[in-house]
């Protein structure tokens, strides 16, 4: 198992978009699912969106739901959380998390399930 790492967080406006990406070497040979977390200073963990090592999507949470969307290109080892509409709540850190799953349409949801977590990446969305 190899440590995951995040990209593509950044400063932006209500309204705009961001792009995450989640990267491991193993992400695709070690039947990952990936979920992604996200912590505001002052708040608890939250779960954002996760996918199965075979692309299954269990719900998203109704703070992001029909505005994240995540997705996963087994070729390149990454997944993808796309965030459109953001808002000034979504400012947190993002963080990616794997775990080595036997099913291929198995995602968890509690952050309990997963063993290997990113350093995180900050989204800032100023109003």
């Known amino acids: 198992q190899v440590q995951p790492g995040e990209s593509g967080g950044g400063s932006v406006r209500a309204g705009d978009s961001l792009r995450l990406s989640c990267t491991a070497s193993d992400l695709a040979s070690s039947h990952n699912a990936v979920a992604w977390f996200r912590q505001a200073p002052g708040k608890e963990r939250e779960f954002v969106a996760a996918?199965?090592?075979?692309?299954?999507?269990?719900s998203y949470p109704d703070s992001v739901k029909g505005r994240f969307t995540i997705s996963r290109d087994n070729a390149k080892d990454t997944v993808y959380l796309q965030m459109i509409s953001l808002k000034p709540e979504d400012t947190a850190t993002y963080y990616c998390?794997?775990?080595?799953?036997?099913?291929?349409?198995?995602?968890?949801?509690?952050?309990?399930?997963?063993?290997?977590w990113g350093q995180g990446t900050q989204v800032t969305v100023s109003s």
């Open positions: 998390a794997t775990t080595s799953t036997t099913s291929d349409r198995y995602a968890p949801k509690n952050a309990e399930y997963y063993h290997y």
């Open positions: 996918i199965s090592w075979g692309g299954a999507i269990p």
